[in-house]
């Protein structure tokens, strides 16, 4: 019953977001990216509640107590936002490399994030019946996202050149040089020919993929009830278009997330590692939570106090 309602709601949204808040192609304001950014937070926070009755009245075949899948769920919640930071930067650079105008890239974002809740789902289920079969795949997974963690300081500063990358995909499609519209391919000369808006959406697609790799592990770390996972990335990946929107002009000012992340990475790589051990065991839900949710307020606290001295000493010059 659980798994239908969650279904239901996510179709309902869906189609809601696509006849209604963005029937027409158009650039999304900034004021309204934040009201739907709000929405969505409000929403999957909102969804804890029933989370809670879910577990309370056995909807969900399980012997986990309700009180802990809501932490558990709000801490993957948490964690699969957090991550999807680092693919916002990598959005913006992909649609600026094919030069996609504003007003198209919501429809691309839109059709991306579908393609990738479904790839996403075969990756969860399929990790977690991994974990379930081999214990020490735990370890590798903590390794993994140790390394990544590492990884991604080292590589910080490092320039993504995306349409480098991503010349294959030029050698296997006829594309155009000009956009059509919103379409995603248009007929010439009787053949099917691709737009440089199919091009950016398969390359999101693919770094999706790439982003989920980290993510999906990450949140094993905390459960791997597959439930919570599921339902705690579809309403992350849901609200990732709106914030990408109204976060736009102002990701490269966000700098000390990149921290954040790496605090988030570092502590479930831990949290893997040791997920065999009586200390973790030990370790209460609401912990790895608290950890999460002061990591990400640490990063937002310290880079909005870069931005208002850089903005004082911009007056001052």
Same mark, same amino acid.
């Given at each position: 019953?659980?798994?239908? @309602?969650?279904?239901?709601?996510?179709? @309902?949204?869906?189609?809601?977001?696509?006849?209604?808040?963005?029937?027409?192609?158009?650039?999304?304001?900034?004021?309204?990216?934040?009201?739907?950014?709000?929405?969505?937070?409000?929403?999957?926070?909102?969804?804890?509640?029933?989370?809670?009755?879910?577990?309370? =009245?056995?909807?969900?075949?399980?012997?986990?107590?309700?009180?802990?899948?809501?932490?558990?769920?709000?801490?993957?919640?948490?964690?699969?936002?957090?991550?999807?930071?680092?693919?916002?930067?990598?959005?913006?650079?992909?649609?600026?490399?094919?030069?996609?105008?504003?007003?198209?890239?919501?429809?691309?974002?839109?059709?991306?994030?579908?393609?990738? *809740?479904?790839?996403?789902?075969?990756?969860?289920?399929?990790?977690?019946?991994?974990?379930?079969?081999?214990?020490?795949?735990?370890?590798?997974?903590?390794?993994?996202?140790?390394?990544?963690?590492?990884?991604?300081?080292? %590589?910080?500063?490092?320039?993504?050149?995306?349409?480098?990358?991503?010349?294959?995909?030029?050698?296997?499609?006829?594309?155009?040089?000009?956009?059509?519209?919103?379409?995603?391919?248009?007929?010439?000369?009787?053949?099917?020919?691709?737009?440089?808006?199919?091009?950016?959406?398969?390359?999101?697609? =693919?770094?999706?993929?790439?982003?989920?790799?980290?993510? *999906?592990?990450?949140?094993?770390?905390?459960?791997?009830?597959?439930?919570?996972?599921?339902?705690?990335? @579809?309403?992350?990946?849901?609200?990732?278009?709106?914030?990408?929107?109204?976060?736009?002009?102002?990701?490269?000012?966000? %700098?000390?997330?990149?921290?954040? *992340?790496?605090?988030?990475?570092?502590?479930?790589? *831990?949290?893997?590692?040791?997920? %065999?051990?009586?200390?973790?065991?030990?370790?209460?839900?609401?912990?790895?939570?608290? =950890?999460?949710?002061?990591?990400?307020?640490?990063?937002?606290?310290?880079?909005?106090?870069?931005?208002?001295?850089?903005?004082?000493?911009?007056?001052?010059?």
């Amino acid at each position: 019953m659980a798994w239908i @309602i969650l279904f239901s709601v996510f179709f @309902i949204l869906i189609t809601f977001d696509m006849l209604v808040l963005h029937k027409k192609s158009e650039k999304v304001s900034h004021k309204k990216a934040a009201i739907e950014t709000a929405f969505w937070v409000v929403f999957a926070m909102l969804f804890a509640i029933a989370v809670y009755y879910f577990y309370k =009245f056995d909807w969900i075949v399980s012997e986990m107590e309700p009180a802990e899948a809501v932490t558990k769920y709000l801490t993957g919640y948490l964690i699969e936002l957090s991550l999807s930071v680092d693919n916002l930067f990598v959005i913006a650079t992909i649609f600026a490399s094919q030069k996609v105008p504003m007003k198209y890239q919501h429809r691309v974002l839109f059709w991306g994030i579908v393609g990738a *809740i479904v790839m996403r789902a075969l990756m969860i289920f399929f990790g977690i019946a991994l974990m379930e079969k081999f214990e020490w795949m735990t370890y590798v997974f903590g390794i993994f996202l140790l390394y990544t963690a590492f990884n991604m300081l080292k %590589h910080e500063n490092d320039e993504h050149h995306e349409d480098e990358k991503f010349k294959f995909i030029k050698k296997y499609f006829k594309v155009t040089k000009n956009f059509h519209a919103e379409h995603f391919w248009i007929i010439e000369n009787g053949k099917r020919v691709f737009t440089p808006l199919f091009i950016a959406l398969i390359m999101i697609e =693919f770094t999706d993929v790439i982003f989920a790799l980290d993510s *999906i592990p990450a949140i094993l770390a905390v459960t791997t009830e597959r439930f919570i996972v599921f339902s705690s990335n @579809i309403f992350a990946i849901l609200g990732l278009r709106s914030m990408y929107f109204f976060l736009a002009n102002m990701l490269e000012k966000f %700098h000390y997330l990149k921290y954040s *992340i790496f605090a988030i990475l570092v502590f479930v790589s *831990i949290k893997l590692l040791l997920l %065999h051990t009586e200390f973790i065991k030990l370790l209460p839900s609401w912990f790895s939570l608290t =950890f999460i949710g002061v990591s990400l307020l640490l990063g937002v606290l310290v880079s909005v106090n870069k931005i208002t001295h850089d903005d004082v000493d911009d007056l001052k010059d």
